[in-house]
């Protein structure tokens, strides 16, 4: 059972296991399971009064968010089988003995080892019971069922069975509640044995004892056949005879079918949620969906010309929603700072309408605790954040946060912002101040002074934060730093500053925050003042923007502050509150309210029904695509008694209104009333993009990806209309962000060129070719990709040529060959990037290619890089060209399929290129970066 789409029809009645108390949540339904719903479902799920989560991607606030109310919080625990998307997979993957029906990703897991044992008992459900969930929902007790029925298993079936039994006992220790999902087969045998099932638990959540599912995939339900529905009848009141709790999770949009559970459940006093998707996210329980009509011809006509910049980052959060009103009024600024994070794609198109820039935060320097990943990179923080309690100093030097930095800005540049706002650079500051006071200005008796849970190396955080800047740094993104004088200074002394950022925004000039809690404002002491003024001047110098941002509701001194803006050429944004929300309090903002605006609501088949909502009508309207096929999620209050004056909602076509459809990935993809394209192109390799790309990929026919990144559905829709998936598979190095790097690092013998996260590896290790080829291949496979893209071959040049291997190079090059054999022999598609070296002597002097490869895919025969770090581009000397024309048609000779992937933007070039394979039937496609982004 695992996560996927919304929408909840909803279980009435029955008895949550804890009285809820009196709360301002319109508590509607009894039981809601929401294993795919994120932090950004919070409020709706508040509507239920036992939600069941998965609480590895919730922070302890909030849980204790949903909580509040008297809400009750059981969290999944996954106790019989692991997923390859969990962080501890490739830990306990050794332990797993066979794959799991319907879920691609999974694999069943041996319960019997202590190791596994003790991972589930002292380590995952202590940390997840810490964040204060009311119980666990323990999935997948079915194991015992596929040892024992199913034969799966080569060991003792008693092993598992006693696995399970020690698991559950021990759980049911530790004072909590522990409802098993399914688990009859286990729980029968428990009952026959022993009797007293309160030992091992105090509830059953029983899945499909009325439904079925018939297709995983399409979402396609039935009703359980008349065998399956007796049996979990039989079981689920045999669990209420023994007082244990009963819930019922159903699959099902039958409506009649939902009033025969519904009966039942009121008959029996159980629990029930019925769902219309095997995914379980949170969504929107008794409308029907439909589109909203989104304006293309929709310009924001201010009483005054827009300010130039402001900044919100409150605006959208994991507590603050984006609204309506709050995209309206933001709109009022030629450059908006938002956090992005938080925000749809769509929201950011409507920010960018009628060219306003958007730029989003990114936070290099520290970790909030409500932040994703916050669990995983605790361990790298050092001490707390002066006045922002839910946040932490971290160590930059830590290549996995590095990682998760760069892979987060490409996330959020797929959304289509287009800068970063990068905050807490003062990092390289605070590393260096340990023991230090942290502000001199109080009294002595009253200071505080700066304590470090370990040291930290100022220089090698100096790097790390480097390496970030120049890699999110690209001529299509502008990088805005938050402060950070301490590390921009540092690298004036050495390089230009230019190379890192565009501009820098400079909090607290002029004033500064005297009260965080309360918004207390005051002027800014005359030396900290110089010296912000020395650093803003400093950047300005350099040809840079300059931004300030000050706190202050001082008229004089917002006088001020302009004057010395319009004098310098600065741009400057002034909030009235710490917050940086939009519209928190318009009329203290002084902001002149809106006007009415009507948004027209279309069903998909006629416009008979068509309607008008007027969003003045409601208390809060959250544009927010996580709600389905429709973005606009309102609580009704009171209707305001005015007459709005309708605005236009047709696009420059007037003939069909443009519309918004979000997908299960929540990708936002507008439909022109023009038809759709159906000529794809061939090919297109895109290993720096992500599942958020998923819709523009789809305009090719052979698609490249890392597929490491994303799961099966993601991989299935991809392939849908007969595309070709092929995923990239590293066989000659290995990169640090990598999950399994530490483990096969003592492997590797030389950095590589160009690429410093990466270093070449010893592929005459039998433990390499092992993983490659039992490991890591099968796994790729699994998730349906049509074959491999297999890179870095070349390790026999570098091995051979270079000298850089101590070895003999004919290891090496035995190596190669045994690991292309190998995945040629999983009977799918293999095609060798680059390997000019290793497949000319493999031609020449071993057998046909066809032994092992099915294609070639040749870098740079008619282009070249010139500077990997700022994609500067050029043409092939004549030399290396001719020499992978001649390698190229080599290889087409022998009847394999060849591809080019070239790196540039000239027009000139592309013609050649296009010529060249035109005339030998070969595929290419042309790049313009290096990181291989969807474009």
């Known amino acids: 059972m695992k996560s996927a789409i919304a929408c909840a029809l909803v279980g009435v009645l029955c008895f949550p296991p804890f009285a809820p108390v009196a709360s301002d949540v319109d508590i509607s339904h009894d039981y809601g399971v929401f294993l795919g719903a994120s932090p950004e479902d919070i409020d709706y799920m508040k509507n239920y009064d036992t939600i069941v989560i998965d609480a590895q991607y919730f922070t302890e606030d909030q849980i204790a968010q949903l909580k509040e109310g008297g809400h009750t919080v059981f969290s999944y625990l996954n106790i019989g089988s692991v997923e390859n998307f969990r962080p501890y997979y490739s830990e306990y993957e050794d332990l797993t003995f066979a794959d799991y029906d319907n879920w691609p990703e999974e694999r069943w897991v041996d319960v019997s080892e202590d190791e596994w044992q003790e991972f589930i008992l002292e380590d995952l459900a202590p940390s997840i019971l810490d964040k204060g969930v009311d119980g666990l929902f323990v999935d997948n007790v079915d194991v015992y069922y596929v040892a024992s029925e199913e034969g799966l298993y080569d060991g003792d079936d008693e092993d598992i069975y006693y696995g399970v039994e020690n698991i559950l006992e021990s759980l049911a220790d530790m004072d909590t509640y522990v409802c098993i999902n399914g688990g009859d087969t286990f729980v029968w045998e428990y009952y026959d044995r022993d009797g007293d099932l309160e030992d091992i638990m105090d509830a059953v959540n029983q899945e499909s004892v009325f439904s079925s599912i018939e297709d995983y995939e399409n979402d396609i339900f039935g009703e359980a056949d008349e065998e399956d529905h007796e049996w979990y009848t039989e079981y689920i009141e045999m669990c209420a005879d023994e007082c244990i709790d009963v819930y019922l999770l159903e699959y099902t949009t039958d409506e009649d079918l939902i009033a025969e559970i519904d009966a039942y459940c009121r008959e029996m006093e ?93 936070n290099v320097g520290s970790l909030e605790d409500f932040r994703e990943g916050y669990e995983e990179f605790h361990p790298y ?90 890699a999110i740094n690209d001529d299509d993104t502008y990088i805005l730093i938050n402060s950070g004088a301490d590390f921009v200074e540092r690298y004036a002394e050495t390089g230009d500053i230019r190379d890192i950022m565009d501009g820098v925004n400079q909090e607290s000039v002029f004033s500064t925050v005297e009260d965080f809690d309360n918004d207390i404002f005051v002027t800014q002491d005359s030396d ?12 300005g110098d350099s040809g840079l923007g300059v ?47 809106a006007d009415d605006v009507n948004v027209e609501v279309i069903d998909d088949e006629d416009d008979e029904d068509d309607e008008v909502i007027n969003l003045e009508d409601y208390d809060d309207v959250v544009l927010d695509d996580d709600y389905g096929d429709f973005d606009f999620y309102a609580d009704v209050e009171t209707p305001v008694e005015t007459e709005p004056e309708v605005i236009e909602l047709d696009p420059v076509d007037e003939e069909e209104p443009v519309e918004v459809v979000v997908d299960n990935a929540d990708i936002a993809e507008l439909e022109s009333d023009s038809e759709e394209v159906d000529d794809r192109e061939d090919y ?29 559905s993601q991989i299935a829709e991809l392939k849908a209309d007969g595309r070709t998936v092929l995923s990239y598979i590293n066989v000659g190095s290995v990169e640090d962000f990598r999950p399994y790097y530490g483990q096969y690092e003592h492997l590797t013998f ?46 026999y040049y570098v091995a051979a040529e270079e000298g850089l291997y101590d070895g003999d190079p004919e290891d090496i090059f035995d190596g190669v060959a045994n690991i292309l054999r190998g995945l040629q022999g999983m009977n799918t598609y293999v095609s060798i990037n680059g390997g000019d070296t290793f497949v000319t002597r493999y031609a020449e002097e071993v057998g046909p290619l066809t032994d092992i490869m099915d294609a070639v895919n040749q870098e740079s025969v008619f282009s070249t890089i010139n500077d990997y770090d700022r994609n500067i581009l050029g043409t092939q000397d004549s030399g290396d060209h001719a020499w992978y024309i001649e390698y190229i048609e080599l290889v087409g000779s022998q009847g394999l399929d060849v591809y080019l992937l070239e790196y540039t933007t000239d027009e000139g070039l592309i013609d050649q290129i296009d010529s060249y394979c035109e005339a030998n039937d070969f595929t290419y496609y042309v790049s313009s970066t290096v990181q291989l982004l969807a474009e």
């Open 528 to 539: 900290e003042h110089e010296y912000c003024l020395d650093y803003v001047e400093m950047v």
């Open 750 to 795: 030389a950095d590589y060129d160009n690429w410093p996260e990466e270093r070449w590896v010893d592929v005459s290790s039998q433990e390499w070719q092992s993983f490659i080829l039992n490991t890591l291949a099968p796994s790729l496979l699994s998730k349906g990709v049509d074959g491999f893209f297999v890179d870095n071959v070349d390790v």
């Open 381 to 470: 923080t050092f001490t707390g954040y002066p006045n922002w309690p839910e946040e932490r100093f971290i160590d930059v030097s830590e290549t996995s946060w590095q990682n998760h930095i760069i892979e987060l800005a490409n996330e959020l540049e797929a959304k289509g912002v287009d800068g970063f706002y990068i905050d807490n650079l003062d990092v390289y500051d605070v590393c260096q101040n340990e023991g230090q006071v942290i502000d001199d200005s109080v009294p002595e008796n009253e200071r505080e002074y700066w304590t470090f849970d370990f040291s930290v190396d100022s220089e090698a955080l100096y790097n790390g934060i480097v390496r970030i800047l120049t």
């Open 270 to 362: 159980f629990a029930y949620y019925a769902s219309p998707s095997v995914g379980l996210v949170a969504g929107e329980a008794d409308t029907e969906t439909t589109p909203v009509i989104v304006p293309e011809d929709n310009e924001v006509d201010p009483a005054v010309a827009p300010e130039t910049y402001g900044v919100f980052l409150g605006a959208a959060s994991d507590e603050h929603h984006l609204t309506a009103e709050d995209i309206e009024y933001m709109r009022n600024f030629d450059t908006i700072v938002i956090d992005a994070m938080y925000c749809s794609e769509e929201e950011i198109a409507a920010l960018k309408a009628d060219g306003h820039t958007v730029w989003s935060y990114l």
């Open 684 to 712: 297109g390799v895109f290993l720096g993009a992500s599942a958020a790309d998923i819709e523009y990929m789809k305009n090719f026919d052979i698609i490249v990806i890392d597929a490491q990144y994303y799961s099966a």
């Open 547 to 593: 931004y300030l941002l000050e706190y202050t509701v001082d008229t004089d001194l917002i006088a001020q502050i302009d004057a010395y803006c319009a004098e310098n050429g600065f741009s400057y944004y002034v909030s009235d509150s710490i917050k940086l929300l939009a519209l928190s309090n318009p009329d203290e903002n002084n902001v002149e309210a």
